[in-house]
């Protein structure tokens, strides 16, 4: 029998963690980007994700970054937190920590540069999902993380009562039908990991996507989504024909390097500061943003 959890869907932004120029969490422009969120439409908010720059904060940091976007969305809106490790007991341990903040779900990421077995990746989240009471979704990026999850392993974790659903990023589309089509009969959900084919995985039946591009365009993402949820996947494309440049041109550096730029372009945070060995975006990069940004009417 399975447990009833929440199923997320539609617009989820992976949220980007501003900085000041001295490398110090800005709190005030973190606050302002989630009233962003509550105002334009988006379903749920991905703290200390990969977007997040988790790897950079301290476990500390990570927790007060956490703790805070829960205060701040005062449940107006979901809070997912990041708290993947390619530690398990790491994992875990971090895992009840954020567990006592009030997030609605946890994120956990397929464990990176160890590159473990699928029995491996299995064993790992099922160690994690039987260590919390916290709804666990799975994310696989074999982009980062080398390994992907395969679709039996991805069912497999299915069949455990708090493990509800994936973020995947593997590029191949042809997993979503697998993965909606053989999870059926259970509460569990799919979202996709990619912007730029989010409207196809939800035309095979995923549920939206964990976003980058909702970090700068918000609300016109929550529609376009949402149109292609509600079965208008035709009119979605043709909807977001104006913004499919943004998607690509937000990867032109490593992300969150250009997000976080256009974010402050768009006076969403007060500084576009990283931290090392994440650098400043070029001055290419800012005048292909600038670019695409303008074309998309997203910059004046």
């Known amino acids: 029998m399975y447990m009833t959890h929440p199923i997320f869907k539609g617009s989820i932004v992976a949220i980007i963690t501003p900085l000041t120029e001295q490398g110090q969490v800005d709190y005030s422009s973190l606050k302002n980007l989630v009233d962003y969120h509550v105002e334009s439409g988006t379903d749920a908010i991905v703290v200390c994700g990969t977007t997040g720059e988790t790897v950079t904060l301290s476990e500390e940091e990570a927790l007060e970054v956490t703790q805070k976007v829960v205060e701040y969305a005062n449940k107006r809106i979901p809070v997912i937190a990041g708290t993947g490790s390619n530690s398990t007991a790491k994992a ?21 540069y160890n590159k473990p077995s699928q029995e491996g990746i299995y064993q790992h989240f099922k160690a994690i999902a039987d260590a919390t009471k916290l709804p666990v979704i799975l994310y696989n990026v074999p982009g980062r993380t080398v390994v992907s999850m395969s679709v039996d392993t991805v069912v497999r974790l299915a069949q455990l009562d708090n493990v509800i659903g994936i973020k995947d990023a593997d590029p191949d589309l042809h997993r979503v039908g697998q993965i909606v089509s053989r999870t059926k009969d259970s509460n569990f959900f799919h979202l996709s990991g990619e912007d730029g084919t989010a409207l196809d995985a939800i035309a095979m039946g995923s549920n939206g996507v964990i976003s980058v591009s909702a970090n700068v365009m918000a609300k016109p993402w929550a529609e ?66 600038t670019q695409v940004f303008t074309a998309a009417k997203l910059l004046k």
């Open 92 to 112: 875990i341990a971090y895992t009840q920590k954020v567990e006592k903040l009030g997030v609605d779900a946890c994120l956990s990421v397929v464990p990176y």
């Open 224 to 289: 376009i989504v949402h149109t292609a949820l509600e079965g208008n996947y035709l009119k979605a494309l043709e909807m977001e024909q104006q913004y499919a440049e943004v998607h690509k041109v937000l990867f032109v550096e490593p992300n969150p390097t250009p997000a976080k730029w256009a974010a402050w372009k768009l006076g969403l945070i007060a500084s576009p500061a990283q931290r090392l060995p994440l650098v400043a975006l070029s001055p290419a990069g800012q005048e292909k943003v």
